[in-house]
């Protein structure tokens, strides 16, 4: 597994959101809670990202996704 990138981190990321919080209602209508943060307050889910980032580990190394040693796929 080759280290994560900025991409992967994101989706990884609203997978978590959207898998703790499910979906929020407005007016009626329901959206993923990651696509609800990160157009109603960018700065907030940014912030959460980044703290996500930090926390969660990588599947292949253990370590957090920041600090994976992962080698690159054969």
């Known amino acids: 597994m080759s280290k994560m990138t900025e991409y992967e981190i994101e989706e990884s990321y ?8 499910g979906t929020v209602t407005i007016a009626g209508l329901n959206f993923d809670t990651s696509r609800a943060l990160k157009e ?23 370590n957090t996704i920041a600090d994976c040693e992962c080698e690159e796929d054969e």
Do not use: K, N, Q
């Open 40 to 62: 109603l307050d960018p700065i907030a889910y940014r912030v959460g990202m980044s703290d996500y980032e930090s926390w969660a580990s990588c599947g292949g190394c253990g």
């Open 14 to 21: 609203d997978m978590m959101l959207d898998d703790a919080y």
